[in-house]
């Protein structure tokens, strides 16, 4: 599913979103998603993903 990014996400926006749009993301958050519902209107979850570059590096 495609991705907008760049947009403000509003009480509104969120509100009024249809089921099976596409998932929004946070222009202030990074790693910060919305994935809207498949069957109600204005309903959905949200998704941090998180990357830690420190233990990436780190020895196993």
């Known amino acids: 599913m495609a991705v907008q990014s760049g947009k403000r996400l509003t009480d ?3 509100r009024n979103i249809t089921p099976n749009s596409n ?3 946070s222009s202030s958050v990074a790693g910060l998603i919305f994935k809207p519902s498949s069957c109600t209107k204005g309903t959905g979850a949200w998704i941090l993903r998180y990357y830690d570059k420190v233990s990436k590096n780190a020895p196993n």
Do not use: A, G
Request: charged share 15%; no cysteine; net charge positive.
């Open 12 to 14: 509104s926006k969120l």
């Open 23 to 25: 998932q929004l993301t």
